[in-house]
């Protein structure tokens, strides 16, 4: 087995048996990396960057599931559209009539995750809690079509507080209840919460986490943080 192979198998051993899936995060990483994981069964990848994922994505075997996770412009909606799974980013009602109309002219129905800003850092992307209902509850949003809305995502503080990663990954479970509750209780799509990265995915699952993203821990550090 290689490095990143054994990397991989650690993590998934740390996972529970069942109701939580890893996505594995390679980008920046290249796309031999990708096959190694692969190679041990892994289907699952996400990637940030329209540039990085649409060359993945035709290159490599079509089983794949891509699931987008970087901050998306509207202008890049078109080019990620044909070869996601899920868009797990979604953080405003722009982006999500984008994806939508860009998923009707090659009629598909993108899976979206709405994200939520629950971090310290402002810098972070995502809507906040008020900010979401309004949309949810808006006619806009009730005309689109080709969007299936199948959960949340978010993304703790960079501490090593575990209290406070503790308390932002249970605030994103708790937007998740409230929302399933209010919008989607007839949905059983809407299902996942997708919280936790190599340095803190084990509280995240702690609080419920139904999607790990886990990039370093398994292929290694990346020469640029993003
Ligand atoms: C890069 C990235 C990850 C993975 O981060 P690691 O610390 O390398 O595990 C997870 N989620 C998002 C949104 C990312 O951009």
């Known amino acids: 087995m290689t490095e990143i192979q054994q990397n991989l198998q650690k993590v998934l051993q740390s996972l529970p048996n069942e109701g939580v899936r890893l996505v594995a995060v390679s980008k920046f990483n290249p796309m031999t990396a990708i096959e190694e994981a692969y190679a041990v069964g892994q289907r699952l990848f996400g990637e ?44 405003s009602d722009r982006l999500l009539a984008e994806i939508d109309k860009q998923a009707a002219k090659i009629g598909r129905v993108v899976d979206c995750l709405l994200q939520f800003h629950v971090a310290r850092e402002e810098t972070k992307f995502g809507f906040g809690f008020d900010e979401c209902c309004a949309m949810l509850q808006s006619e806009r949003f009730a005309s689109l079509r080709n969007v299936r809305i199948t959960g949340i995502m978010g993304m703790a503080s960079i501490t090593g507080d ?65």
């Not at 960057?49 to 970087?70: M, N, R, S, T, Y």
């Not at 986490?209 to 993003?226: C, D, K, N, P, W």
């Open 162 to 226: 575990e209290t406070q990663l503790r308390s932002e990954f249970g605030r994103l479970k708790a937007y998740f209840d409230a929302l399933k509750t209010r919008f989607f209780a007839s949905e059983p799509a809407f299902c996942e919460l997708s919280m936790g990265m190599t340095h803190d995915y084990p509280i995240a699952v702690g609080e419920g986490a139904t999607l790990v993203r886990v990039g370093s821990g398994i292929f290694g550090e990346r020469m640029y943080q993003h």
């Open 48 to 91: 940030s960057h329209a540039q990085e994922l649409v060359p993945k994505a035709q290159a490599l075997p079509k089983d794949i599931q891509w699931h987008f996770i970087g901050h998306l412009q509207t202008n890049k909606v078109k080019q990620v559209v044909p070869y996601v799974s899920c868009i797990e980013s979604v953080d």
